[in-house]
């Protein structure tokens, strides 16, 4: 497990986290400058923090209390940069060989040649960095770094320079290239909620400095703690709403014309509270409707993806955005346009207080 309580301050901007991880990847999520790399850093031990401390697997790597400053190379943690920070002047073998330095020569040939293998790169042992293509260079810097067999993995956006063809492959080859051969935990810095959604078992949202909410991805989803781990988290409907009603399980709310039901959850109702809904979980109907929070409405705006297509819509006055799978909106197309629903499935909302 690695626990980690610090505070690093760098002029104006301070860095206030804590949170445990244990095996699995678990996402850092956040918008520009708000203390990804950071909190990476801090933890191999590039960066050193004023205060606080970081226990990896119950050995301490930092502690302030104590005076103690594990050196970076002694940390046993293998660090993915962003660009992957291949040795341009050393071969696929060679950088793979570079942190196995403490090794006799023949154990060396050994781990790299079996390395090697199972990232699939055989044929490429002694291509340079500029002769792989960008999948190559991932499997190589993984290679670099699962080669020395740390106990933690840290993936500074991975994918950030690719495009979203490549990016989808390299998503899925690095998710199998860690079930495969890594144990450890994985911390993995993204600033997209679909890729951290896509790879990781829980996500950590972050905002200036601080962690917002931890947790299985699922209920970070479903449930943000805030406004603004709702829009990190890419939440695209939020509306101010007034509480008319509160009964056991549900509310009932009012914002501007439109009054409809949202399940309770953790958050105490007040009078006054946001209301969120994602923009796949809105559903569109044509024709009559018995279901409850189905409102008529009007598309305002339809944009046309590859296999979905978003949507706004008007629904009296409030504009809502939708993301549809295409195989599941063929009225979108016939002629029941002007009369299409609205429905918000009312466990989809979510509740939160409203930030001054
Ligand atoms: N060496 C440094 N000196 C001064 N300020 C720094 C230094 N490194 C980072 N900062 C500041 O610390 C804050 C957090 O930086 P960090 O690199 O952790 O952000 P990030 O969340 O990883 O952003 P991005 O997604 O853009 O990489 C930023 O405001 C940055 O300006």
């Not at 994985?186 to 078992?201: G, K, S």
């Not at 709702?230 to 914002?255: Q, S, Y």
């Amino acid at each position: 497990m690695l626990e980690v309580s610090i505070r690093k301050t760098f002029g104006k901007f301070t860095l206030q986290t804590s949170f445990t991880a244990e095996k699995g990847v678990l996402g850092i999520l956040g918008s520009s400058g708000c203390g990804k790399s950071m909190t990476l850093k801090c933890i191999a031990g590039l960066q050193k923090p004023d205060s606080g401390s970081i226990l990896l697997n119950g050995k301490p790597l930092f502690s302030s209390g104590s005076n103690l400053d594990v050196p970076s190379r002694k940390r046993n943690i293998g660090y993915v940069f962003q660009n992957y920070a291949l040795f341009p002047h050393l071969t696929v073998s060679q950088n793979i060989a570079y942190g196995l330095g403490h090794l006799d020569r023949t154990q060396h040939k050994a781990k790299v040649a079996s390395m090697v293998q199972r990232m699939q790169l055989s044929g490429h042992a002694h291509h340079y960095p500029f002769q792989l293509s960008g999948g190559q260079q991932q499997r190589c810097a993984l290679a670099r770094t699962l080669v020395t067999e740390p106990d933690l993995l840290l993936l500074d956006e991975p994918f950030s320079a690719l495009d979203t063809h490549i990016k989808h492959l390299l998503e899925k080859e690095l998710i199998q290239i860690i079930q495969e051969n890594f144990d450890g935990i994985v911390l993995l810095v993204t600033h997209n909620i679909e890729e951290a959604y896509r790879i990781c078992d829980r996500i950590m949202v972050m905002d200036q400095g601080r962690n917002l909410q931890i947790g299985a991805k699922e209920d970070i989803i479903s449930n943000p703690v805030s406004l603004t781990a709702a829009r990190i988290t890419g939440c695209k409907n939020l509306f101010d709403v007034r509480v008319l009603e509160e009964h056991e399980g549900h509310v009932l709310l009012e914002a501007g014309q439109l009054v409809f039901k949202a399940q309770k959850n953790h958050t105490p109702v007040s009078r006054h509270m946001v209301a969120g809904i994602r923009a796949h979980h809105l559903r569109l109907h044509s024709g009559v409707s018995h279901k409850e929070n189905v409102f008529e409405c009007e598309v305002v705006e339809k944009v046309e993806g590859v296999f979905s297509t978003t949507l706004q819509v008007d629904c009296r006055g409030l504009l809502f955005q939708l993301e549809i799978a295409k195989a599941s909106c063929p009225h979108l197309t016939g002629t029941d346009r002007g009369r299409l629903r609205l429905h918000i499935p009312m466990k989809r909302v979510f509740l939160m207080e409203p930030e001054v």
